[in-house]
Every structure is written in C-alpha cells, then in structure tokens.
C-alpha cells in the first residue's frame, strides 16, 4: 500500500465504526435517524440519546484509544523496550492512587478526576526525581525500576485506602474506576482531557525523528548530535501527559498502549514518524471497539479493562509466536 | 583536527589511564592498538566527549570539546560503534539516514538530499543493495559496513571506528577490513581522518597506519606500523612472546609462540 494511503484508510474506517457505535444502545437508532438527528433534525428523545449519551462516549473511546496507543509507542521506541507499556513510570499507580483518593474522600466527580491527573504526572515526577539522584550506571534501567519501586509503593497506598472505604458505596467505585470505564463519561469530562492530549501529542510529533535516533541508545544518539537527556525528559513529559489525562478520564485501561503499537509497528515499520499516527488511529478504533461491546454484550457495563486484558493478552501472544514480526 | 593533551581517562573514581597526548592529523589513519580492556573504547568516548576526562584536555579543532553542543561534536566526529541489533526492525537506509541528524534542526526530518546522501553512502562501500533490508536481520559483517555507511553520511572529517571486526568471523572480518582500507585510501584525499581501534596487530600492518600503542592505561609507543611494531614491544603488551614475519609477498604478520 503506498505510504500516505493507509493513514486516510484507516481514518475513514474510524469514521464509519464511530458512526456504526452511535447506533449501537438499548435505544437503537437506524441510519437514517443517526444522520437526521447530526444535521439538526430527527425527533427529540433520539436528539438527546446521540448529542448528551452516545457521542461524548464515543468521542471519550476514541481520545483514550488514540492517546494510550501513542503514549505507548513512545515509550516503547524510547526504552527501546517493545514490552514497555505506558504505565512503566508508575502513571497509572499514581493515577489511581489520586482517583481513589478522591472517591474515598467523596470528592464530586470533576475534582476526583483532577486529583488522578496531578497524582498521575507527580508519580512520574517522583521516580524521574528518584532516578536522577540515584544516578545508576544504566539510566533507562534505573528509571524503570525506579517507576516500580513507586508504582509499587501507590498500590499499596491505594491498597489500604480500599480497605478502609465504606464496602456498600465507595468500594464499588473505586474497583470499577481501576478497571475503567467509559459508562458515566460526558462532554464536560471530555474539554479539558482534549487540550492536554493534544499539547502532548504536539513535542511527540515534532520530535519524530530524534525518537527514533534515542531507539538507538543514548551513546549512540549522543554521538549522533542528540542531547539524549533533554530530548527523553521532553518525550517523557509529553507522553505522561497524554496518558494521565485519559487515565484521569476513563481510569486505568490497561494492554492498549502495550499491544497496539506491535499492531502499528508490524503494518509501517518502526519509523515513529507513521508509527505515531498509525498507533493513535489503531488505538482509537480498538478502544471505540471494546467500549461498544462493554455496553452492549451484558445487561450491566463491563470495565474496560477487564475487556482489553481478555482481548489483548491471548492477542499478545499471537504476536509473540508469530515470530516476533516487527520487532525485531 | 583532534588532540589529546595529559588526558586521564576512566568511569567515577576507577581510573583506567592517565598520561595520554596524542594528535590525528586531517588525512591521517590512525589505529589504536592493544589488548582487551585496556582502554581503548573508554579514550574513545573521552575524546567524543561522551565520557568526562578525570584529567586533561580534548581539543577539537583547536575548541576544548567540552564547550562543544553535541550537534557540534558530531559534525566534526561520526562514530562507529560495534555492530550491534536494534531493539526495532529498522531499514538498513533508515540507520544510514540517522548519520543526518546533527545536520538537521531539532524538529527536523532527513529530506530528499539527505537520502542521496545516505544512498551514496551505502554505494560507496558496496551496500546500496541493502538499503530496503531489515536491519536486524543483517549479517554482522553487513550490519558494520551499514554502520561505517552511517558515519560517512554525517560528513564529518574525522570517523572514529570502535573495534570494527571484533565481533565478526573470519570472513566477515576480511571483508569489513577490505572495505576500510579502500575508503581510507580514498577518504585521505579529501583529507577525512580515521582513528580506530583493533586488539589485531596485523590490521594496523594491513591499513599501513600510524599506530598508538596502548599498554597498562598509558601509551608505550607512537608512530608508523611498520618502526614501532616489532617482537619486543608486542610480546610485552599481549603478555607471551610474539615475533613479527615477513611473508614472501612482503605482508607483514604477526605470529604468537604457541607451545
């Protein structure tokens, strides 16, 4: 396929699973009506059902989707590790630790998402901070076990906050929100997780290049004419970013970022210049995929998470038996 | 071009030699010879300015390189590190292609010219033919000349070469050897430098270079393969007695006693 081609194809089967996915609910809407209600008219209730409940979740599903996939291959490409996922620095674990914070002290829903966002980018925080003063003789490895110790030390946090919450309300929500889920999500969560994805995604973009340099290693980036420390805190910061934003929005939705840059990688090739684009739309598609089924297979909503774990692990090792293509 | 002046060299508080001084001078090849471990690829990163030196000073055309960015440095140096395997199925051209990026702005992406470039380059030494290739997939051999196409790329007039054969059979060695020698001979006319590095005594002897000694973390002899390489000084920097050869075609060889 030649090389802008599957970008755009990709982007318009996007477009025609989300128009499928605002179809889709226990209150079934036909084409026609779908497209009616878009340019204005249609009848009341099917106004309400796609402007206030199908298309902010199907909107949410796309943002996560692409941005988890993104921060995924980013990470990938700068721990020069294809077994990387976003959450190696500890991004999740904070994440969650704020959000069930929040939820335990029954915050409203708005400040338990902002308390998940500012825990999620302090734990990166915390470990870049602890791997610098430890200063390993590998620093990717230090930053990596670093992100454990701390990941580690949230779950354990978030752990006894569990054990202390009130079993008959808060307790189900805060396992629900560490699975996550799209189910309760609107347009007012959606605004402010929009703009710092994209102010993520911006400095990955620019960056494609050099990304691709630093999977070469950091002496040998350096010896190429890369300042390896400045360009990996950038990308580092970037891609927390991107992922404590969605994380904040739809909890933690594990496997995405890990699986679906391999699927990227094995369709363009490691060049982060189209495996970005090609990650964030796979990713998009995936997560609008799973969160039609987790709505739709059951009379009660499915977390995301347990959905993307059950796809995703027997889909992973496919990949690995299939001889590690576009890996190495 | 390059100069080292009383450099001490080594990691932290380990120190692994003091007391270097040497020069590269533009249309030079200079090979750095001595056993494993004696510190051959740590002076190497010193004088990249990858490793800070624990004494002395590196000099890059004539400007210390520690006030040199590392844009700058790789301007004037292309490395040539070890034949290795990326964690990712890079194409061969796109690991030549990354020789461009100190000529490339921050957010800069290689662009037509750039890859006649790195195209050339690989003609150069014999490997367009594997610009589509899986680079990961390649054979040592291959993957080290795709790394020296790599540093020809960057268009620096100074290559330096860690070890270039040490991981490559007998064969691959010859070849990767073979096509040094041709683009030495032709890089001095344009007045590029090649400093690299070999625990072989013959490859110095086959390169016809100028020879830094190595031994004991400090320098036992500089000067032309062919004055300072003999029995004595050779047996004791590899430690067990070895005897220079001529053979009838007039190669020099080197030949340890084995009892």
Redesign the interface.
Known sequence: MSRPALPLLLALVLVLMAFGAVMVGPFGLSPGEVLRTLVGQGDPQARIVIWNIRLPRVAAALLVGAALAAAGASYQ?LF???LVSPDILGVSAGAGLGAVAGIFLSLPVAAIQASAFVAGMVAVGVVTLVATAVRGADRTLTLVLVGVVIGALAGAATSLLKVLADPYDQLPAITFWLLGSLASVTSADILPALPAVLVGLVPLT?????I??L???D??A???????GHTRFLVIASATLVTASVTALAGVVGWVGLVIPHVA?MLV???F?RLLPVSALIGAGYLLAVDTLARSIAPVEVPLGILTAVIGAPFFVVLLARGRR??? | MLEARALSIGHGKTRVGSGLSLRVAPGEVLCLLGPNGCGKTTLF?TL?G?LPALAGDVLLGGRPVTAL???E???R?A?V?QA????????AL??VL??R??R?G?????GRTDRATALDAMDHLGIADLAGHNY??LSGGQRQLVLIARALA?EAPLIVMDEPTASLDFGNQAQVLSRIAALVSGALDDGRSVVLSTHDPDQAFALDARVVLMHRGGILAQGAASEILDGPRLSTVYGMPITVETTTSGRRVCLPAVT
Do not use: C, D, K
């Open positions: 490409a020069r590790n294809p620019l960056l494609r290049w050099r691709n340099v999977s070469m290693g002496e040998e350096r010896a190429l004419g890369v300042e390896a990688r090739g490691p060049g210049g576009g890996w190495s | 990163r990249m990858l960015t590392r844009a440095i790789a301007r140096i490395y590190p290795h395997a990326p964690p990712f199925p890079f194409e796109e690991v990354m020789g990026t100190a490339l921050a957010f800069g992406q290689p990961a997939q960057q």
